[in-house]
């Protein structure tokens, strides 16, 4: 799965790394390739127009930017790129990463950022995976096995629950 583009994942700060740990780990229980960085959208905002208008040259597929409080990290990046963003709001601030939600998704036309839950790193993971198997049938492969398991998990757990009601 070399040929893959990666997924470059961008964080405002190494506080958010501990919650973007899950996302990692789905990508790379897909085979894919991650870039992980610490850029900030104002602390070091060259850094961040370098990153993004340079990532697709560097073989990089979609983008997932993580940030808490002003959480400008993703429609800075996505400012200077064609490719897809997904924002990750984290929670991080007095009000509980409303303020992180809310500066991802309401970005102005023209600049969008597909912006998961609050804290949300997992499902960034899969929607990266999925925007790639797009053109990667072997990432659509996985994805198919993937929601078969968790398809399974749930049957199991239907199971277990049943066999408790009957010992009431």
Do not use: W
């Amino acid at each position: 799965m070399s040929n893959l583009p990666k997924v470059a994942i961008v964080m405002g700060s190494d506080s958010d790394f501990p919650k973007l740990v899950p996302c990692i780990q789905i990508l790379k229980k897909f085979g894919v390739q991650t870039e992980v960085r610490i850029i900030s959208a104002h602390r070091t905002p060259r850094d961040a127009e370098q990153f993004a208008s340079s990532a697709a040259e560097n073989g990089v597929g979609v983008i997932i930017a993580a940030a808490g409080k002003a959480a400008h990290l993703g429609g800075v990046i996505a400012a200077y790129t064609t490719l897809p963003v997904i924002g990750v709001p984290i929670k991080s601030s007095t009000m509980d990463g409303l303020d992180s939600l809310l500066s991802m998704v309401q970005m102005p036309k023209g600049i969008p950022v597909a912006t998961v839950a609050i804290d949300g790193a997992d499902n960034a993971g899969i929607l990266a995976v999925q925007m790639l198997a797009l053109g990667y049938p072997e990432l659509t492969e996985k994805l198919v096995a993937f929601k078969r398991d968790m398809e399974e998990g749930v049957r199991e757990k239907d199971r277990a629950i049943a066999q408790e009601v009957v010992k009431l």
